[in-house]
């Protein structure tokens, strides 16, 4: 009894030195890690609104108005998509020139309905509605299959497109807001497709003064 109470208190000892290492190398590199995230983020910023500055945080529009203007769109051009709607805006900004000038709003937002789960990107819509690019912040999709929606070829499809929302197809891209969906991976495009409806759909509340008021 009293050997089983002694490797108790040994594996108890063991288990509380490694979770106060665990807990204080977290916290020295907390700092590190906000830093190379805050970096991830304007890097993402700038790749989607190009000439941006600085940035300011507004209120975004609930979900569910920005849901209702996306299926809306999708009922009204006929467009069944491969899985429900599942877009969450994380956050919306308005961004800056270094004159402090207006340039129009970068969205970020999660979808649920990737292939690996989720995806989290960043999108830039213009103050005329101009869709000017998306950046991943998050992927997890399959090598050579979902994860191709990370590739140039794929992303400039979305840039700097004036459009009310985007529809995949495998049929060949015709229209502007018509994109080649990528090749055994329809989830992960629908995906996308639906997060970057989902970022215009929030600029256009925002521009038009939406909010949850």
Request: net charge neutral; glycine share 8%.
């Amino acid at each position: 009894m009293a050997k089983i109470i002694k490797d108790v208190l040994i594996l108890f000892a063991i288990t509380l030195v490694a979770g106060l290492a665990l807990g204080y190398v977290f916290n020295v590199t907390k700092s590190a890690r906000t830093e190379q995230e805050k970096k991830t983020l304007n890097e993402a910023y700038e790749k989607v609104m190009p000439g941006t500055n600085s940035t300011k945080s507004v209120k975004k529009p609930s979900d569910a108005k920005i849901k209702d203007i996306v299926l809306t769109n999708e009922k009204n051009a006929n467009v069944k998509p491969y899985n429900e709607y599942k877009a969450t805006i994380n956050d919306a900004v308005k961004a800056f020139d270094k004159d402090g000038k207006e340039l129009g709003y970068i969205i970020t937002v999660t979808d649920e309905e990737a292939y690996g789960g989720s995806l989290q990107m960043t999108v830039g819509v213009d103050k005329s509605g101009q869709t000017l690019g998306i950046s991943f912040l998050s992927l997890k999709e399959t090598p050579g299959l979902g994860m191709n929606a990370d590739t140039d070829s794929f992303k400039k499809q979305f840039k700097n497109k004036k459009v009310k929302f985007f529809v995949y197809t495998k049929t060949g891209a015709k229209d502007d807001n018509e994109i080649d969906a990528i090749s055994s991976a329809t989830v992960t495009t629908n995906a996308v497709t639906h997060g970057v409806n989902a970022a215009i759909a929030c600029a256009q509340l925002l521009n038009g003064g939406g909010s949850d008021e």
